[in-house]
């Protein structure tokens, strides 16, 4: 028996701006990666993804990014080590909050965009995200995209690690995200899609979008909530999955 973990970025709305379709979409996952306000998000809506959460037993965790509303988090900025400690940690503490309020642990720490696409290679980033998720809990589980030394680094400070692969991304020849302005990096057709997420899962493997075989290894599979076939790609990886006998469940 197969088995993964199904996330989606949510709680990516913002004051009067509504983006994905969350109440849809967490009825098909496992995982919640909630926005704690810098690239998105804001208190009402990480309540509310909070709550939706507590009500469908979906496990949450902290989808930290920098703080670049306008950029959605995307652009990469240059900081000091420090800084970007300080902002993760702060942004830990703001989710938890709503997670205590509704009786529920933070499961995990998922850094988002920029961020988290330069803990594929950036040893000073990724060694200063841990340092924030040490000094504020241990227990909470590092999730990083397949290959990325922040798993490494993660799992050299003793802390408990999940590989993110993505249903709807393509991949370079280095494991790293194709990145979003060049053509073909996002994946579409949600039947291809699904055909990759199977042989991630069940053979470890994925093509570049160069045709180069990978190794991957995917303990949790995202599926980005902003996306416009966001919904249809959770309701068929479900289907498909049991099909395949992979079972979905949280970590």
Not at 27 to 51: E, I, L, Q, S
Not at 85 to 100: E, H, P, R
Not at 230 to 240: D, M, S, T, Y
Request: aromatic residues 8%.
């Amino acid at each position: 028996m197969y088995q993964v973990d199904l996330n989606s970025d949510m709680g990516e709305s913002f004051g009067a701006y509504k983006l994905g379709g969350d109440e849809e979409i967490i009825k098909y996952v496992t995982t919640a990666n909630v926005a704690c306000g810098w690239h998105a998000g804001d208190p009402m809506v990480m309540d509310k993804t909070v709550r939706m959460a507590k009500e469908r037993g979906v496990m949450v965790g902290a989808h930290p990014g920098y703080p670049d509303l306008m950029g959605f988090g995307r652009r990469k900025m240059v900081l000091a080590p420090a800084e970007i400690k300080n902002y993760v940690k702060y942004q830990i503490g703001a989710l938890s909050a709503f997670t205590q309020s509704y009786g529920m642990k933070l499961q995990h720490v998922a850094p988002h965009g920029s961020m988290g696409n330069q803990c594929q290679y950036d040893e000073e980033v990724s060694t200063a995200i841990v340092d924030a998720i040490c000094e504020v809990d241990k227990d909470l589980i590092v999730y990083y995209c397949a290959g990325a030394v922040l798993g490494q680094i993660a799992e050299s400070r003793g802390l408990r690690t999940a590989s993110e692969i993505f249903a709807d991304r393509a991949y370079m020849d280095d494991l790293s995200l194709v990145p979003r302005k060049m053509e073909g990096s996002m994946i579409t057709d949600e039947n291809i899609a699904i055909e990759r997420c199977v042989r991630m899962i069940k053979e470890g493997k994925v093509t570049s979008i160069n045709g180069k075989e990978l190794d991957i290894k995917g303990d949790t599979l995202c599926v980005h909530g902003d996306g416009p076939k966001a919904l249809a790609f959770v309701q068929k990886i479900r289907e498909r999955f049991t099909q395949e006998g992979i079972e979905i469940k949280h970590l």
